[in-house]
T-cell receptor, first 112, second 116 residues
Framework: QQQVKQSPQSLIVQKGGISIINCAYE??????FPWYQQFPGKGPALLIA???DVSEKKEGRFTISFNKSAKQFSLHIMDSQPGDSATYFC???????????WGAGTKLIIKP | DAGVIQSPRHEVTEMGQEVTLRCKPI?????LFWYRQTMMRGLELLIY????????DSGMPEDRFSAKMPNASFSTLKIQPSEPRDSAVYFC??????????????FGEGSRLTVL
């Protein structure tokens, strides 16, 4: 019940295309869903986050879509660029807990 | 802002040797996390400190692993004796916890450990 399932494991998208990464969870107590971006040789860095009281959050080319009833959320990267090539992790946590539950990660490659 | 600083960035050692990884969190942050990252297991939380006190060390693999935080600006993760299966990237992260909300994690660049 504490798991966050992330898919796909890897993704190749042409430059300018839309990249979509999906995550699903079971624990309805989760109330904060961040996405982290990790470049090779670096630590993960917060990209964008959402709370379940909204269905969508957009920051530039990055959008989180949240479906509370289905217990799913996804990251959309519009107009994907080679500089977006990285590993993306979804995560979930409750405000009363410190421990992020991490997805397994998606390695995204944007082809020029 | 300097960010979270970890050292060494790379460590190659032989099985049985002691390894010490170091972390300087962001000034003012009161929570510190040690993570281990491998291809097989992804990101694993090893230990969590809040206000320099270890709150949860249930992720520490075994007694060979120990972590300390003697003050708000320094933490160490020690492996003694090291084994080849300890080879991984070890990350330190800090955050500003407000009440029960942990907030955004700021990660260091990691320490890549190879145990031969």
């Amino acid at each position: 019940q504490q798991q966050v399932k992330q898919s796909p494991q890897s993704l190749i998208v042409q430059k300018g295309g839309i990249s979509i990464i999906n995550c699903a969870y079971e624990n309805t107590a989760f109330d904060y869903f961040p996405w982290y971006q990790q470049f090779p040789g670096k630590g993960p860095a917060l990209l964008i986050a959402i709370r379940p009281d909204v269905s969508e959050k957009k920051e530039g080319r990055f959008t989180i879509s949240f479906n509370k009833s289905a217990k799913q959320f996804s990251l959309h990267i519009m107009d994907s660029q080679p500089g977006d090539s990285a590993t993306y992790f979804c995560a979930a946590v409750t405000d009363s807990n410190y421990q992020l539950i991490w997805g397994a990660g998606t390695k995204l490659i944007i082809k020029p | 802002d300097a960010g979270v600083i970890q050292s060494p960035r790379h460590e190659v050692t032989e099985m049985g040797q002691e390894v010490t990884l170091r972390c300087k969190p962001i000034s003012g942050h009161n929570s510190l996390f040690w993570y281990r990252q491998t291809m097989m297991r992804g990101l694993e939380l090893l230990i969590y400190f809040n206000n320099n006190v270890p709150i949860d060390d249930s992720g520490m693999p075994e007694d060979r692993f120990s972590a300390k935080m003697p003050n708000a600006s320094f933490s160490t993760l020690k492996i003694q004796p090291s084994e080849p299966r300890d080879s991984a990237v070890y990350f330190c992260a800090s955050s500003l916890a407000l009440g029960s909300y942990t907030g955004e994690l700021f990660f260091g660049e990691g320490s890549r450990l190879t145990v031969l």
